[in-house]
């Protein structure tokens, strides 16, 4: 079974000569093809506990156990080497902005992506099948027919879902998503939405989904508020 167990964690930041607490002993659970929603204003801390769960930032205190039919991980104590080969591994982080490298295309920001933490030199099997599997994804979000594009030939709405494609690439036990349709106006945001309830089923992915979009709430398997750091079920 998949599961991320996010338990009791608290996140502070410096702030001049105190401590500013980001995350205040929040504790959440998600399992494998499942979406919790967390919704919340503007400084809450949403993106802070999607930076703890995805191993970029360490909790101050606390669990998070990110269970994998591979075995299991507590990502709020792991090393820093540890960390980035877990990312590679087990994380997939999709942000508000799709940050994807101008020089490659559409096809290419994947596979890169599945030879990160490879030797260079990959045998020309292994990049055939890489190719294959990147070409997988970018059909099952809709772009095969895009492959060659670099991303300022892309609209916003196909760069984000290469974005989401990306994540993908490594099959991960967690997906982190930070408010993937802010940039997308209502129709390209919900269909967005809809690629994401998709391939999350579809990959058995546990997955954090940060989304000021009260119009898809109702669709997700559990939804939380943030409010200053403190995280509560219901959508408020
Ligand atoms: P949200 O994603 O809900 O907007 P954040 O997690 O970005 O909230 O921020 C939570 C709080 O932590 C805010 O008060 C923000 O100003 C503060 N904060 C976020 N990142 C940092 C940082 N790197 N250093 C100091 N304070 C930060
Ligand atoms: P699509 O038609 O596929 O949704 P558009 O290029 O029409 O894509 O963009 C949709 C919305 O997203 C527009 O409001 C646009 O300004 C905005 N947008 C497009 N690309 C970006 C980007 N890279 N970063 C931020 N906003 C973007």
Redesign the pocket.
């Known amino acids: 079974t998949t599961a991320l167990t996010v338990d009791d964690v608290t996140l502070t ?3 001049g000569t105190d401590r ?1 607490t ?1 995350l205040d002993r929040v504790s959440l659970r998600v399992t494998g093809g499942s979406i919790a929603a967390i919704t ?10 999607l ?1 703890v769960a995805s191993t970029l930032i360490r909790p101050d205190s606390g669990r998070i156990s990110l269970e994998t039919p591979g075995g299991s991980a507590d990502l709020a104590t792991v090393g820093r080497r540890e960390a980035a080969a877990l990312r590679r591994s087990s994380i997939g982080i999709v942000f508000q902005q799709p940050n994807l490298v101008p020089a490659l295309t559409a096809v290419e920001q994947l596979e890169v992506m599945a030879h990160l933490g490879q030797r260079l030199f990959t045998s020309a099997r292994r990049r055939r099948e890489t190719h294959a599997k990147a070409m997988r994804l970018l059909d099952s979000v809709g772009l095969a027919d895009q492959h060659a594009k670099r991303p300022a030939q892309l609209s916003g709405g196909q760069r984000q879902r290469v974005n989401i494609a990306r994540a993908l690439m490594n099959d991960p036990a967690l997906l982190v998503i930070d408010e993937p349709t802010s940039a997308l106006d209502t129709e390209r945001g919900a269909a967005v939405i809809d690629l994401v309830l998709t391939v999350v089923r579809e990959h058995d992915a546990a997955t954090l989904l ?1 989304t000021h979009d009260r119009a898809h709430l109702h669709r997700m398997d559990a939804v939380y508020r ?1 409010v200053d ?1 403190r995280l509560t079920a219901g959508s408020g």
């Open positions: 930041y410096p702030d500013l980001a919340g204003p503007s400084g809450s801390g949403k993106s802070s506990l930076a940060v943030m750091g």
